[in-house]
């Protein structure tokens, strides 16, 4: 089990010092997600400024880009870090692709499981230099003359991951992608009932084995050295849980414990911008089907309990919205270590 961390909310300048000490702690990847910045910008700064530590999206919204444009960026970043990029893609869900991107949304599972073809096809027209020929259902490239092309990289074999909740998209991450990001709001028994079984339905119909395919999540955590930190910690997870539960994607999560019939209220006080009348509606025991606890010192042990057989790489979630702060980096310093064989 590999321990990364994550990169949510960012001031650029201050990445590639984050990427250094995230790279000097001995994380495995530093993440990037789509929420309130462009997830790629900060990674071409880290490919810089660092040079062990792989590079990925957790994720990059897929529909909002043209394959052409995600071949581009995962191209050159995979040349500058020399190898290390790892491009994790994901829908979002359909208001935020119509509503605030102004984007078609339709036939999620398809276009995306298309979206990975149409990347291996550039980028093997790029590598080889083989005439550029893709045409799918959502998607057709024909065109590919010298000017455009960026040619060839000492390693062009770019690991994608989907991000997946529900059975199809599992399975289509099984079928098409080298590793899948599951949705940091789970619980063991979602993952161990539903995400695994459906990816390895997937990895069958490719004939494949999840010898070489990457399991990937994120884990909220309640962690503090203090009853006062974790209680100010056990809140703010809180509220993230009942943001995520307050969506009807998610609603399977909820109903593999009963628990579905919190979702109208949490969807009803969502619109009513009640974001704190949400949180009370989560109980401890939701807290600690999804929330792994502990101190700086013994979380890594936890986490490695809590996922074993069930996760290859693991990272971080800290919330609310924040990342790794000064104070924190070096009770986190020895943490990498503990998942080390």
Known sequence: MILDVGLHNYDLPTVASYASNAEAVGYGALWTTESQHDPFLPLAVAATSTTSLQLGTAIALAFIRSPMEIAYVAWDLQKASAGRFLLGLGTQVKAHNERRFAVKFESPARKLREIVLA??????CWQTGLPLHFK???YSFSLMTPTFNPGPIPQPEIPIYLAAVNPIMCRVSGEVADGIHMHP?????????HVRP???KGLRASDRSTKNFVFATAAFVVIGDSESERSESAEAVKQ???FYASTRTYEPVLAVHGW???LPELHRKSIAGDWKGMTRLITDEMLDAVAVYGTYENIGKRLQERYAGIADR???YFYAGSEVSA???PRLHALPKQFRP
């Open 327 to 329: 104070t924190a980096w």
């Open 240 to 242: 993230k849980i009942a």
């Open 136 to 138: 799918g259902e959502f």
């Open 314 to 316: 693991i990272r971080l």
């Open 185 to 193: 709001f789970h619980t063991v028994k979602y993952l161990k009932d």
């Open 198 to 200: 459906n990816v390895e």
């Open 260 to 262: 579905e019939g919190i």
């Open 119 to 124: 990347l291996r096809t550039i980028w093997n």
